[in-house]
């Protein structure tokens, strides 16, 4: 009978409704992190391991000796980058980003220039800046009307390459000085300028061109400067984001 | 709350096979599959969980039961639960009811101090908070002995790289893990900053030797997250991976510590 149900444990009534709150606000946010963010898509991006980064950083810092660009595809999925070390991933984005917020935050440090303040500041310019570059990069693929398969995911971890860059040349400036800083920070800027051309150059520029044979056209020397414009925004962003904690 | 009736299941009802408890459990987060956990609790005590999840499956309207409130299942055991005062000798312990198992932090410790030894994938099963509240308690006891009051950055900093930790995880490995699991695991592993604290009572750590002990913890202290988080999420090949914001958070803590 229900009323001596509602009589007897009224106190564990109250306690499951709580909880049942609870657990039904979290059901909503979970369907509805799914909407903003969408996590199957990402969990692509992270699916990694160890051999993966060391290969890729490897390829940031020393991309020459490379061959193969091309990322493979298995049954017109690109395949997860544990298996490619040509595709794109995020953890090397994401992990280079907050420790460069920490180097940065060392680096400010070790000149008595620190305060928490100023790392939320390097964090939220680099943020910016990085927010920047990746739409001015859409809205250059828009008006250039190139067919690619690249998405904006894609290019958030291209962006995100040349911080470990940034991070190599910060640590051998706090280690070497100005001059360690200018030497390593070139050559990374060199590097991920010739592996910004090299990927990009697969997904921008048509197929016979990608390989390498000459395709007169003005479409394929728009798309082949858009290449160039990217890969050498790369550098210019590298410098002016590590210049002011170095002085 | 929702971690309270998955904390009360995970440590009360692991050895039992009912089913219709195991059906209502699918829904509450990845710790079910992994029960492995070989909690000590009086046979008597089963009935009282399913008090607390009818209702709300009533509520929530999946009917994983079918009316089992109704049915005369309640023994007077399961009203002494409901703290009715009834069977005052057939209330658990205190630290049962708390869900305070003395033997498993122990274990759980001692995984934590021997970074070397293989782990075993599922001490992790119940997220059991009381360990890592102690050590956290500890480390700022131990920061506030050496001078420095920071408690608030103690608690700010683990609060923000459980968040970050579990977004990551949830990213990377196949299954999920939960708030609960994360936090506990970190916090265990904090054990070792501890220890660092404390000789910062005794010497100054703005040396050589200081910053080389430190970065000695604080691999330390990685290695062993990582080392559990992979064994039990089952992620091959990705330990030094997750070794690694484990290092930066852990850093973050020793760079509290030594200054």
Known sequence: PAASFLAEPVSSLAAAYGSSLASQGRDIVDRNIDRLVP???????????????????????????????????????????????????????????????????????????????????????????????????????????????????????????????????????????????????????????????????????????????????????????????????????????????LR | MSNFEQYYSDFYQSNYTIDNQEEGYSSYGSNENLFACSCRSPPGEQPQASAFLPSETLLSSQNYYTGQILQPTYSPNTLSYIGYGDGFDEEPPLLEEL?????????????????????????????????????????????????????????????????AMHALLNLMSITGVSHGCVASVLGYCLLPMVILSGSAVVFSLQGTLGTLLALLIVGWCSLSASKIFTSALAMEGQQLLIAYPCALLYGLFALLTVF
């Open chain 1, 39 to 245: 996590v199957g898509r990402l969990k692509y991006y992270f699916a990694v391991d160890t051999v993966y980064v060391g290969k890729k950083l490897g390829l940031l810092v020393f991309p020459f000796m490379h061959q193969d660009w091309q990322v493979r595809y298995q049954q017109d999925a690109p395949v997860a980058p544990r298996f490619d070390v040509n595709a794109p991933d995020l953890y090397i984005p994401v992990m280079a980003f907050i420790t460069y917020i920490l180097v940065a935050g060392l680096a400010l440090g070790t000149q008595n220039r620190f305060s928490p303040d100023s790392l939320g500041l390097q964090a939220s310019s680099a943020l910016a800046w990085l927010i920047v570059e990746v739409l001015a990069v859409l809205l250059s693929l828009y008006l250039v009307t190139v067919s690619t398969d690249l998405t904006t995911v894609d290019l958030v971890a291209f962006s995100g390459y040349k911080y470990v860059g940034m991070i190599i040349g910060l640590v051998s400036g706090l280690l070497f000085g100005k001059t360690g800083y200018y030497a390593v920070l070139g050559w990374c800027c060199f590097s991920i300028f010739v592996f910004m051309i090299r990927t990009l150059r697969l997904k921008l520029l048509s197929e016979a061109a990608a390989e390498g044979v000459l395709v007169r056209g003005a479409r394929n020397q728009l798309r082949m400067y858009l290449t160039v414009a990217i890969a050498a925004a790369q550098p210019l962003l590298m410098y002016w984001l590590t210049w002011h904690l």
């Open chain 2, 99 to 163: 869900g305070i198992n003395f033997d498993h932090i122990w274990q759980k410790t001692l995984t934590v101090l021997n970074p070397m030894k293989p782990a075993d994938g599922s001490i992790m099963n119940e997220t059991d908070l009381t360990g890592p509240m102690v050590f956290c308690l500890a480390l700022g006891a131990t920061l506030l002995l050496a001078g420095k009051v920071h408690f608030g950055y103690v608690y700010g900093m683990s609060a923000i790289g459980c968040l």
